[in-house]
């Protein structure tokens, strides 16, 4: 990958910036505070076209995390995936997982500015994408950056008489410099978490959980489903005198926690709805006109003035 493939916003001062590239599924692929990475970065960037490779923030379009199936029905249509496609990647238990636009290569930027860029992809143009999901629209993303905060906007346009699926996400893979692994804190603003089949799908059974306060990473593995958040703020996690925050803005009311000890990584990932939610419809909604869900990354030195207060609960 060149150099020049990558677009980089930061903020007046230099110490915040981030970079997408482009034509690699406008996949986020460094966010630097104070001269540090905050990304997993553990894989060239080429790999993740040709092997779905973990690392960066990556949009999982048109649904995140699992299906329970390579068969769906939603909005009338009924759909067979084609395992064999390049498009469909399957994960452990051969199901289609993170969506259809690995690496996808089409997308435009429309506007640039130091601190922000927006990029457009027409997916009702793309026949190999439309017949995995053939719902014609347009997705647009627009990152900005301010002091101590990434945002990340995605709004689906679908076209005039067409009803589109929203299920898509991020996998922000973060890190915190400095420190190992075992000793970063994590909080989750989480009230219920899903019970989940041995495949890791959900069952559509819900269990209360009470919102954790901060609490060492140590060896502990996470891949699961929360929802119901009591702030804004639904993840963060503290090491080395910096916290980073996960806030739902808007449109994002799901989230799965990942981390893998093997991985110096842990990955809160935004959701419009829950995994499976193709083939479940549990927690879908159908967009006929533009339908926009926003999250922001957040990071700060803790000190007096650091991150802003947790707040209200999602906008739903």
Known sequence: MQEEDRIRIAT???????????????????????????????????AYRTEGAVYGIPLLHPWANRLGATTYEA??????????????????????????????????VVERAPDGLCAELDFG??????????FPHRVRLAA??????????????????TAVPIAFGFHPYLRLPGAPRADWRIELAARRAAV?????????????????????????????????FASLRAFAMSAAGRTIAVRLLRGYRFGQLWADPQ??????????????????????????????????????????????????????
């Open 196 to 228: 989940l089949d041995e495949r890791l799908v959900p069952t559509g059974v819900w269990r209360a959980v009470d919102p954790a306060a901060p609490q060492p990473l140590g060896a502990r593995a996470f891949d699961d489903l929360y929802g119901d």
């Open 75 to 108: 909005a009338g249509r009924r759909v067979a995936l084609d395992p064999a496609s390049p498009h469909v990647e399957l994960e452990e238990h051969d199901l289609p997982i993170h969506g259809l636009m690995n690496a996808c290569p089409h997308w435009r």
């Open 125 to 134: 143009a793309r026949p190999e994408l439309l017949a995995a999901f053939p």
């Open 144 to 161: 900005r950056v301010a002091p101590g905060a990434l945002t990340i906007a995605v709004t689906v346009l679908p076209a005039p008489g």
């Open 12 to 46: 007046a001062d230099g110490r915040l910036s981030a970079s997408f590239i482009p034509r690699l599924n406008m996949v986020g692929w460094s966010l630097r505070h104070d001269g540090e990475e905050l990304l997993l970065q553990a894989n060239d960037p080429d």
């Open 263 to 316: 991985e110096d990584a842990v990955s809160f990932e935004p959701m419009t709805a829950p995994g499976d939610a193709l083939r479940s419809g549990r927690g879908l909604r159908l967009a006929r006109g533009p339908h926009t869900a926003v999250f922001r990354i957040e990071v700060a030195r803790n000190t007096a003035g650091a991150l802003p207060p947790a707040g209200g609960s999602p906008r739903r």
